[in-house]
Structure formats: C-alpha cells, structure tokens
Nanobody, 125 residues
Framework: QVQLVEAGGKLVQAGGSLGLSCVAS????????MGWFRQAPGEEREFVAA????????DYEDSVKGRFTIPRDNAKNTWYLQMNSLKPEDTAVYSC??????????????????WGQGTQVTVSS
C-alpha cells in the first residue's frame, strides 16, 4: 500500500508564498501522474494542479495559473506545490494524490488511486 505524506501547510498572509511537499512511500510508476487537490470549508474537493511522471506536462486549475507550480523530484519520490501571491480564497486543506491520470485530461478524483491525509493552508487577509 502506497502512503503519501504532505507537509508544509501553515498560516500565511495574503500575497505571501508557501511550498507544500508530498512524499510517496514507494517509487511512483511511470504511468502515474501526481496531483494536488484542495477542499475549502463547506466546499467540494477540487482539482488544483497535476504533473506527468516525466514532468513534461502540467495542468492547472484556472484560478491558480500563473501563481502555483507543481515541480517534482522522482529520485526522492516527491512532488511539490509552490504557491505564490496567495489569496484568502486559497484557504483549504490541500491533499496530494497519484494515479494513472493522463496530463492534461480528466481532472476527476476517480483518476487518482492513492491520497495523502491533507495539510491545512490558511491565508489571512
């Protein structure tokens, strides 16, 4: 069973930056892509970003384009979510996931097999 562990969530001020990491307990298969989702209070969990195993393809939700990036380090079984110019509406629990998802493509959660527990990001105004 693959375990994903996120880290890096905290309270930041609007306009600030924050980096999240996700470490997988085993090497990610080459057919897998990695992604980030978020769930704000009272809202459904939504897609944020994804990256292919090779790193050559990425996909971003419109509201984070130009502000967030999703680098990865396959040698460390780790991918990241670098968030810049944070806004209060970015406040959510951020979860990483991996699965046989083709980037870009269907962003549904059903494409992902393994999930982390989530890390809280709070952006104050």
């Amino acid at each position: 069973q693959v375990q994903l562990v996120e880290a890096g969530g905290k309270l930041v001020q609007a306009g600030g930056s924050l980096g999240l990491s996700c470490v997988a307990s085993t090497r990610t298969p080459r057919v897998y892509s990695m992604g980030w989702f978020r769930q704000a209070p009272g809202e459904e969990r939504e897609f944020v970003a994804a990256i292919s195993w090779s790193g050559g393809k990425t996909d971003y939700e419109d509201s984070v384009k130009g502000r967030f990036t999703i680098p990865r380090d396959n040698a460390k079984n780790t991918w990241y979510l670098q968030m810049n110019s944070l806004k209060p509406e970015d406040t959510a629990v951020y979860s990483c996931a991996e699965g046989p998802y083709v980037v870009p493509g269907d962003r549904s959660q059903s494409q992902y097999v393994y999930w982390g527990q989530g890390t809280q990001v709070t952006v104050s105004s």
